[in-house]
């Protein structure tokens, strides 16, 4: 198996005071996949 170009485990994330905001279990970014951000 290749090495991912990008790799997240357990990444959450709110600004103080709210609610989550954001819940990544497990994200991997393997070589020549593309990938969209909004």
């Known amino acids: 198996m ?4 990008i790799e997240l485990s357990d990444l959450r994330f709110n600004w103080p005071g709210h609610p989550q ?3 990544i279990p497990e994200f991997r970014l393997q070589s020549g996949e593309t990938l969209f951000l909004k």
């Open 21 to 23: 905001l954001l819940d």
């Open 2 to 5: 290749t090495q991912a170009l």
